[in-house]
C-alpha cells in the first residue's frame, strides 16, 4: 500500500464528513464518539495515529468498496 492507515476518534455527527473526504475502512461506535479507520497518504486530522494495515483496510485499498451502509445508525 502507498497510503497509510490511521485510527482516530470523531464525534458522531462528524462521520459523514469523514465519509465524504477519506476511504473508511472500518467504524466502530462507542460511548461518546465513532472510531475510524482512514486509508489516507495523509494524516486526516490532529490526534490521527498511524497503524499497521488489516485484510479490511487492503482490501478496500485495492478494490475501492466503502465499509458501512446507508442505513448504518451511530
Known sequence: MTEGVWKCHVNKNEVAKYMKEYKISNMKSEAHDVELRI??????????ELVDANLE?????????????????F
Do not use: Q, R, T, V
Open 39 to 48: 486509508i489516507s497518504a495523509k494524516k486526516p486530522m490532529a490526534g490521527a
Open 57 to 73: 483496510d487492503l482490501f478496500l485499498y485495492y478494490f475501492g468498496e466503502k465499509a458501512g451502509d446507508g442505513n448504518a445508525e
